[in-house]
């Protein structure tokens, strides 16, 4: 399942084209259109047989025979969901498989790959620099599990900055504007790039920096929200998230993952450079996340006494 999860995000960029071209798409990039539909077969013959044994869990569960579902998944949500008719939306119907393979490979995709992808380069910075993986080791043993840790928080912060794990987002104007001299008139559509937002050297002071000192009290990214209202008149700074009504869902459940397991794997070793190899290489990959062109090599030495937050 890995395996398949990762080579469809892999290759998912390049179909794109059909999501705007459709039908003329088929015939001029057949081949990958072939890659496509054989990606997705994949996915079924693993996904479905695991849907079916939730469906039929869900039904002895709910059939009042007396067995309880002792746990929800992800999977059982879906099979609860309702969603209106195309063409009557006064009436509703259940997902169908494929809705579901969809939403299951989505889930598995944006809500690890994302969380993994911003551990990975931050790990790579306190590597970089070692001084600040020291004090953000001290700040957080300290904490104890207790208080949140305001450092931890800003080191995250910061690697949201430099490292939005989505590269860009797309949005159709709802009215004309003039960007710059350019008129860009209702219905186009914009491509927003959330990298270049981060490291807006006309907001942020040595953006291509890693200084999450800069997110503290004082810095110039103190009280930055990774959420625009729209009545609010906050000046858009960062938005690895996107923004808006299309936000990603799962920002709050994503802070949570990279705070948890950040706090823990900084607690229990020390992440050190490998002698004789060059300084970790910070080159992107710009995929259908933002991953580093090579992965990092670290040595993890272990600390003794080290403590597990809770």
């Known amino acids: 399942m890995r395996a398949a999860q990762q080579e469809f995000l892999r290759i998912l960029p390049s179909f794109r084209v059909f999501a705007t071209f459709k039908k003329v798409a088929r015939l001029v990039y057949r081949d990958r259109w072939e890659q496509l ?5 994949r996915q079924e013959e693993m996904y479905i047989p695991l849907i079916r044994a939730c469906q039929e869990r869900h039904r002895v569960g709910g059939s009042g025979t007396g067995t309880t579902v002792t746990t929800t998944t992800y999977v059982d ?5 309702e969603v209106p008719v ?47 993986q020291s004090r953000l080791r001290s700040e957080v043993e300290a904490a104890a599990g207790g ?21 860009s987002v797309q949005r ?4 004309d504007a003039v960007v710059g001299s350019k008129l860009v008139t209702r219905g186009t559509l914009v491509n927003f790039s959330l990298e270049a937002i981060g490291r807006d050297a ?39 998230f996107g923004a808006g009504r299309r936000i990603c869902p799962g920002m709050g459940y994503a802070m949570l993952h990279l705070e948890y397991f950040l706090a823990n794997l900084i607690t229990a070793f020390e992440w050190r450079a490998i002698e004789g190899e060059e300084e970790v290489d910070l080159k992107a990959d710009h995929g ?12 993890a030495v272990p ?8």
């Open 37 to 41: 539909v054989h990606s997705r077969r």
């Open 77 to 81: 949500t879906l099979l609860d969901l």
């Open 86 to 132: 195309e063409g009557d939306p006064r009436r509703r119907r259940k997902l169908s498989d494929g809705e579901m393979v969809g939403l299951v490979s989505e889930y598995l995709g944006a809500a690890t790959g994302t969380v993994l992808a911003v551990l990975e380069w931050t790990l790579a910075n306190l590597v970089r620099r070692p001084d600040i």
């Open 147 to 167: 208080e949140a840790c305001a450092y931890l928080r800003a080191v995250v912060m910061e690697s949201l900055r430099r490292h939005p794990p989505v590269p």
């Open 172 to 175: 159709h104007m709802s009215s």
């Open 202 to 240: 006309k907001i942020w002071t040595s953006p291509e920096e890693f200084i999450p000192d800069r997110f503290m009290p004082g810095g110039e990214g103190e009280g930055a929200r990774l959420t625009i209202g729209s009545k609010e008149a906050t000046k858009v700074m960062m938005m690895p």
């Open 288 to 299: 259908f996340f933002t991953t580093m062109s090579n992965p990092l090599r670290a040595r």
């Open 303 to 310: 600390i003794e006494g080290s403590l597990t937050i809770p």
